[in-house]
Protein backbone atom coordinates (compact mmCIF):
# COMPACT_ATOMS: atom_id res chain seq x y z
CA UNK A 1 0.00 0.00 0.00
CA UNK A 2 1.79 3.18 -1.18
CA UNK A 3 1.71 6.36 -2.84
CA UNK A 4 3.66 7.76 -5.50
CA UNK A 5 4.33 11.41 -6.52
CA UNK A 6 5.42 12.30 -9.72
CA UNK A 7 5.56 15.35 -12.25
CA UNK A 8 8.45 17.93 -9.85
CA UNK A 9 10.90 19.53 -11.70
CA UNK A 10 13.12 22.54 -12.30
CA UNK A 11 10.34 25.83 -13.56
CA UNK A 12 11.17 29.08 -13.71
CA UNK A 13 9.40 32.09 -12.25
CA UNK A 14 5.75 32.08 -13.82
CA UNK A 15 5.66 28.93 -14.93
CA UNK A 16 3.74 26.09 -14.43
CA UNK A 17 3.89 22.42 -13.18
CA UNK A 18 1.69 19.49 -12.43
CA UNK A 19 2.41 17.41 -9.99
CA UNK A 20 0.41 13.63 -9.92
CA UNK A 21 -0.24 11.44 -7.00
CA UNK A 22 -1.23 7.76 -8.08
CA UNK A 23 -1.95 5.04 -5.36
CA UNK A 24 -0.84 1.80 -5.22
CA UNK A 25 -2.99 -0.47 -2.93
CA UNK A 26 -6.15 2.09 -1.76
CA UNK A 27 -8.88 3.24 -3.47
CA UNK A 28 -8.75 6.91 -3.45
CA UNK A 29 -12.72 6.97 -3.00
CA UNK A 30 -12.43 5.98 0.49
CA UNK A 31 -9.36 8.75 1.54
CA UNK A 32 -9.05 12.16 1.75
CA UNK A 33 -6.12 13.42 -0.30
CA UNK A 34 -3.71 16.09 0.84
CA UNK A 35 -0.12 17.79 -1.09
CA UNK A 36 2.15 19.20 1.29
CA UNK A 37 5.83 20.56 0.69
CA UNK A 38 8.81 20.73 2.99
CA UNK A 39 11.98 22.83 2.86
CA UNK A 40 15.15 21.74 4.60
CA UNK A 41 15.15 22.90 8.40
CA UNK A 42 11.29 24.54 7.97
CA UNK A 43 7.96 22.13 9.01
CA UNK A 44 6.58 20.45 6.57
CA UNK A 45 3.56 23.24 4.89
CA UNK A 46 -0.13 22.05 4.20
CA UNK A 47 -0.26 22.81 0.38
CA UNK A 48 -3.91 21.36 -0.65
CA UNK A 49 -6.58 18.88 0.12
CA UNK A 50 -9.53 17.49 -1.26
CA UNK A 51 -11.92 15.08 0.95
CA UNK A 52 -13.86 12.09 -0.32
CA UNK A 53 -17.02 12.40 0.58
CA UNK A 54 -17.47 15.41 -1.11
CA UNK A 55 -14.65 16.37 -3.11
CA UNK A 56 -14.18 19.50 -1.08
CA UNK A 57 -10.88 21.15 -1.75
CA UNK A 58 -9.00 23.56 0.53
CA UNK A 59 -5.55 25.37 0.47
CA UNK A 60 -3.26 26.84 1.94
CA UNK A 61 -3.39 30.73 2.30
CA UNK A 62 0.19 30.83 0.26
CA UNK A 63 -1.21 29.00 -2.41
CA UNK A 64 -4.42 29.96 -3.07
CA UNK A 65 -5.66 31.33 -6.76
CA UNK A 66 -2.33 29.71 -7.70
CA UNK A 67 -2.54 26.33 -7.42
CA UNK A 68 -5.65 24.08 -8.16
CA UNK A 69 -6.25 20.21 -6.82
CA UNK A 70 -8.56 17.40 -8.22
CA UNK A 71 -9.00 13.95 -7.99
CA UNK A 72 -10.07 11.37 -10.76
CA UNK A 73 -11.32 8.85 -8.93
CA UNK A 74 -11.37 6.45 -12.33
CA UNK A 75 -7.87 6.72 -12.46
CA UNK A 76 -7.13 6.52 -8.75
CA UNK A 77 -5.02 9.76 -8.92
CA UNK A 78 -4.88 13.32 -7.42
CA UNK A 79 -3.54 15.81 -9.04
CA UNK A 80 -2.15 19.47 -8.56
CA UNK A 81 -1.68 22.29 -10.87
CA UNK A 82 0.49 24.73 -9.92
CA UNK A 83 0.73 28.15 -11.77
CA UNK A 84 2.51 31.48 -11.39
CA UNK A 85 5.31 29.61 -9.76
CA UNK A 86 7.68 31.44 -7.52
CA UNK A 87 10.95 31.06 -6.00
CA UNK A 88 9.60 30.37 -2.51
CA UNK A 89 6.96 27.31 -3.61
CA UNK A 90 10.38 25.39 -4.04
CA UNK A 91 10.43 22.54 -1.68
CA UNK A 92 9.56 18.76 -1.83
CA UNK A 93 5.89 18.02 -2.39
CA UNK A 94 4.75 14.85 -0.47
CA UNK A 95 1.09 13.20 -1.64
CA UNK A 96 -0.68 12.12 1.89
CA UNK A 97 -3.82 9.91 2.57
CA UNK A 98 -5.89 10.24 5.21
CA UNK A 99 -8.81 7.75 6.20
CA UNK A 100 -12.48 9.33 5.85
CA UNK A 101 -13.05 9.46 9.53
CA UNK A 102 -10.74 12.35 9.54
CA UNK A 103 -12.22 16.00 8.33
CA UNK A 104 -10.19 16.27 5.58
CA UNK A 105 -7.84 19.11 6.22
CA UNK A 106 -4.14 19.95 5.83
CA UNK A 107 -2.92 18.89 9.25
CA UNK A 108 -0.99 16.51 8.51
CA UNK A 109 -1.07 14.72 11.51
CA UNK A 110 -4.04 13.49 10.21
CA UNK A 111 -2.26 11.43 7.40
CA UNK A 112 -1.07 8.43 7.72
CA UNK A 113 0.17 7.17 4.49
CA UNK A 114 2.96 9.69 3.00
CA UNK A 115 4.79 9.24 -0.29
CA UNK A 116 8.41 9.69 -0.96
CA UNK A 117 7.83 13.26 -2.37
CA UNK A 118 8.93 14.83 -5.38
CA UNK A 119 11.54 18.11 -5.62
CA UNK A 120 9.68 20.97 -7.69
CA UNK A 121 12.75 23.89 -7.87
CA UNK A 122 11.42 27.07 -9.44
CA UNK A 123 14.66 29.36 -10.06
CA UNK A 124 15.31 31.08 -13.37
Known amino acids: VKVVESGGGLVQPGGSLTLSCAAV????????IAWFRQIPGKEREGVSC????????RYGDSVKGRFTISKDNTKNTVSLQMNSLKPEDTAVYYC??????????????????WGQGTQVTVSS
Open 96 to 113: AAAPLKYSGSLNPAEYGL
Open 25 to 32: GIKFDYYN
Open 50 to 57: VDGYEGKT
